[in-house]
């Protein structure tokens, strides 16, 4: 009886810590699945999702989470070796002292990153250059998004919508 009991529960536990981690390895395959493009070289495409989670940090007006996310992408960028003036302002944002630092730089990482993108090429499907006209003091700015929905990085909620769709990279 005991040893029938000790089995159960090794094999409860067992098969729970195995769903779990297929769940973990399930969600994590779905993100990459659910990006809208595909990069020709793997390198520029896993420093690209970072920079899309920068930018999703600074939507959000997560001056924190931007710091930590920036200094990952700096290190990205600086392992492709022909983004030194990206890897740069990443680390500007990385040690930006306030958001609106933050986005400034984010601006100069955003040209930067499309230069990347373009000169790598895409394997498949596409990104969109988005540009709001207010940003930087109405000098505006672009960034990179996967979907058409304006989610500007440049003012967060205050002016969400604010931009619009300049280019579809494919």
């Known amino acids: 009886m005991k040893n029938m009991l000790f089995t159960s529960v090794l094999f409860f536990v067992v098969t729970t810590a195995s769903m779990a981690q297929h769940d973990h390895s399930q969600q994590k395959e779905h993100a990459i699945q659910s990006a809208t493009a595909t990069f020709k070289d793997d390198a520029v495409g896993k420093t690209y999702a ?15 989470d931007a710091k930590k996310i920036a200094g990952e992408l700096q290190k990205s960028l600086l392992s492709i070796g022909t983004a030194n003036a990206a890897a740069t302002e990443a ?70 919508k604010c931009g619009s769709v300049k280019e579809t990279i494919q």
Do not use: H
């Open 91 to 160: 680390g500007s944002i990385a040690y930006a002292a306030t958001l609106a630092d933050q986005r400034k730089a984010f601006s100069i990482l955003s040209t930067e990153m499309s230069s990347l993108v373009k000169a790598n090429g895409l394997a498949s499907g596409e990104l969109y250059l988005e540009y709001c006209p207010m940003a930087n003091n109405n000098e505006g700015a672009y960034w990179l998004s996967n979907e058409k929905e304006i989610k500007n990085p440049y003012f967060g909620q205050s002016m969400l």
């Open 50 to 64: 970072i920079y899309i989670q920068l930018k999703d940090a600074l939507v959000a007006s997560k001056k924190d």
